[in-house]
């Protein structure tokens, strides 16, 4: 399979680095951005298959990331990920474009599934 | 030892059964006492009536004998010469012959003025005997005719004599008859008495002047107070031989004699006179009413009791909703802080784990692998304690579809059979053929179904019977998981819907929410679930599905 180039926004860098770690060893080259800002600054530099966001973050939650990407970067296909556990908030995601939206914890294979899937769909 | 939790049903049941029973026997006991009193005073009234009536005919008959009596008698002495009277035999025909019109004599005797008897007829033997000293001798020479009260006389028997003067030849003679008194006894008992009623005739001193059988002798002391002269009938009522008695009396004129008429008070035998209708129909009612305010009372506590039990049941059902509810928002209150720690820990050792998967040789290997796997196990745990609570808090109601019951429990035992064959339970499935589709949710009600078979499955752990049942029962469905594991402690069997409760314990791990999730999917399918289990038996799980699911 070909390699994914992925862009994960979180906050929490004890996550974010493991996370990124894992899937790189998955073939998959991962850029990791500890804030929306700082994915907005990627995405201006790099193209990327897919984006993994953290709902909750401090500043530019994943939300106003996700609506600057539906506008910037259509392309990009964005699973959300988050601990909160609210419906509505996954209702709001999907409603905005998201392509996914999944649980923290979330288990690897589900993540890399839901990342193929949203890139093969680009792809198409 | 009375069971305390029953004792305030028994107590309410106790008041019940009184204040019915007060409502019931008042209203009869005083209508009965009522009804009692009216009739007493109109049963005197009419006592007293007859009385005084009766007293006055009586009276009128005695007189009326008496008085033809002695108008025979002065009749047949205005009719004979002293010279035929003086003849024994001309008397005795007299005496036959009054006899025979009814005329009551006894005896006829003639006296001549010195008092002597100068010809008698009769039973007694008085002819010769002198009887100027007597004091009624007097009074006929003076008066003319005289009726004696009742007395002893030359013969030693009480009796009763009327005498009539004739002048003759300048001399007076005086006829003397002796009246029969038993005759003048009958006349004034004529025509029978009530029961407990008296009739007799008392001279002035108070003696008998009538007979009857034995209880009462003639020229005995009557045993009446004393009564006084008056006029007309009078009416007075005194006690008697412990027995209030209504008293009527008149005399007769000359005053001498006076007629006693006297009579119980009716109605004295009490209220509850045993010939009356009305005294029965109270005593049914004395039975009648605390039978049926014992069963009213008993129906009563019983519906009180039901809807007692269903109040509480409701109010159980909507604490245990509540409950789950604060759970939910708590849990979706904590969850980002939770589940981040869980996601941070389970990238961490995800990556331990791969370096350990890429490095086979490493020392320990084997076991940084079994650790790593127990540290992910719990991870997951975790998670998914986390998933079922947030559960709780969502209200967003199943989507509804036709559903086959039968299919769908056969699908989710499918997914356990192999379990089945390793711990040797049998299946038995005893499915009614008359189980219709219904609107419901399939993905769901196979969550419940799963949850329950494997709680069966737990419960028999090895060797046992998994009994599957379904059936219509009013065009819902009830779907029966049995099992023939240890049993339900009936401590527990309340709790077992609770959050976070479980009996289960030991190598397997349980979060306590299974039932507690079912119980919250029923409710949101607008069905039931029940638990029964008698220890050392097996426990009952039964969920209801109704026919369409109502939509919250």
């Given at each position: 399979m070909a390699d994914l180039r992925l862009l994960f926004v979180d906050d929490e860098v004890e996550f974010l680095e493991p996370m990124a770690e894992r899937l790189?060893?998955?073939?998959?080259?991962?850029?990791?951005?500890?804030?929306?800002?700082?994915?907005?600054?990627?995405?201006?530099?790099?193209q990327f298959d897919c984006a993994v966001v953290d709902v909750k973050m401090p500043g530019m939650d994943g939300l106003d990331l996700l609506r600057r990407m539906r506008q910037d970067y259509p392309g990009v296909p964005v699973i959300l990920l988050t601990g909160h556990a609210s419906v509505e908030l996954g209702v709001q995601g999907l409603e905005l474009g998201a392509f996914e939206y999944l649980m923290k914890p979330v288990d690897l294979d589900e993540l890399l599934d839901a990342v193929r899937r949203s890139a093969g769909q680009k792809a198409r | 030892m009375p069971e305390p939790h029953k004792n305030p049903y028994r107590r309410l049941r106790g008041q019940m059964f009184l204040v019915l029973l007060c409502f019931g026997l008042i209203p009869l006991i005083t209508i009965r006492i009522a009804g009692s009193l009216e009739y007493r005073k109109a049963a005197a009234a009419r006592a007293r009536s007859a009385l005084e009536s009766m007293v006055k005919n009586r009276k009128v008959t005695v007189e009326l004998f008496l008085e033809e009596t002695m108008r025979q008698l002065e009749l047949l002495?205005?009719?004979?010469?002293?010279?035929?009277?003086?003849?024994?035999?001309?008397?005795?025909?007299?005496?036959?012959?009054?006899?025979?019109?009814?005329?009551?004599i006894v005896d006829l005797g003639l006296l001549a003025d010195n008092g002597r008897h100068v010809a008698y007829v009769g039973p007694y033997k008085l002819q010769g005997l002198d009887y100027s000293s007597q004091p009624w001798f007097e009074q006929v020479m003076v008066l003319g005719r005289y009726q004696s009260d009742i007395f002893l006389g030359y013969r030693r028997f009480p009796h009763m004599i009327m005498a009539v003067k004739k002048r003759q030849g300048g001399r007076d003679w005086i006829l003397r008859a002796t009246i029969d008194t038993d005759l003048l006894s009958g006349l004034v008992r004529e025509g029978g008495l009530e029961s407990g009623a008296d009739v007799f005739i008392l001279n002035r001193a108070g003696e008998y002047q009538t007979r009857y059988s034995d209880e009462h002798h003639l020229m005995?002391?009557?045993?009446?107070?004393?009564?006084p002269l008056h006029s007309g009938v009078r009416l007075a009522e005194e006690r008697h031989n412990g027995r209030r008695e209504l008293v009527a009396t008149v005399w007769f004129p000359g005053d001498s004699w006076?007629?006693?008429?006297?009579?119980?008070?009716?109605?004295?035998?009490?209220?509850?006179?045993?010939?009356?209708?009305?005294?029965?129909?109270?005593?049914?009612?004395?039975v009648v009413v605390p039978v049926l305010s014992?069963?009213?009372?008993?129906?009563r506590l019983k519906q009180i009791q039901g809807l007692e039990a269903e109040r509480a049941g409701l109010y159980e059902s909507v604490?245990?909703?509540?409950?789950m509810a604060a759970i939910g928002r708590l849990a979706a209150g904590v969850a980002h802080e939770i589940n981040n720690p869980l996601a941070i820990i389970q990238a961490q050792v995800g990556v331990l784990s791969d370096i350990v998967t890429e490095n086979p040789d490493l020392a320990h290997v084997a076991e940084f692998k079994d650790?790593?796997?127990?540290?992910?196990?719990?991870?997951?745990?975790?998670?998914?304690?986390?998933?079922?609570?947030?559960?709780?808090?969502?209200?967003?109601?199943?989507?509804?579809?036709?559903?086959?019951?039968?299919?769908?429990?056969?699908?989710?035992v499918s997914f356990v059979e192999k379990d089945l064959e390793a711990s040797r339970i049998r299946i038995v499935r005893e499915y009614g053929s008359d189980v219709p589709i219904i609107r419901s949710n399939l993905a769901q009600m196979q969550q419940v179904f799963l949850n329950l078979i494997n709680n069966a499955l737990d419960a028999i752990r090895e060797d046992g019977e998994l009994r599957l049942l379904v059936r219509c029962a009013d065009g819902d469905v009830v779907v029966k998981v049995a099992d023939t594991g240890p049993g339900i402690p009936e401590k527990d069997l309340a709790r077992v819907f609770e959050p976070f409760f479980s009996t289960k314990s030991g190598d397997k791990q349980h979060t306590g929410l299974g039932l507690a999730i079912c119980q919250e999917i029923m409710r949101g399918l607008g069905g039931r679930i029940s638990v029964e289990s008698s220890p050392g038996t097996g426990t009952v799980f039964s969920v209801r599905f109704p026919q369409e699911a109502e939509r919250e």
């Open positions: 790189r060893r998955r073939q998959i080259s991962c850029t990791t951005a500890q804030s929306g800002d700082r994915a907005l600054e990627a995405l201006k530099q790099e | 002495t205005a009719a004979s010469s002293v010279e035929q009277l003086s003849n024994p035999q001309f008397l005795e025909s007299l005496r036959t012959q009054m006899q025979s019109r009814g005329v009551a005995e002391k009557a045993d009446v107070s004393p009564i006076v007629l006693v008429a006297r009579q119980q008070v009716p109605g004295q035998s009490g209220l509850l006179d045993a010939h009356s209708l009305v005294t029965w129909l109270s005593l049914l009612g004395l014992h069963v009213i009372a008993r129906h604490a245990q909703s509540q409950k650790r790593i796997a127990k540290v992910e196990a719990q991870v997951e745990r975790g998670r998914k304690v986390m998933r079922r609570l947030l559960g709780f808090s969502r209200r967003v109601g199943p989507e509804l579809e036709p559903v086959n019951v039968v299919a769908a429990l056969d699908e989710t």
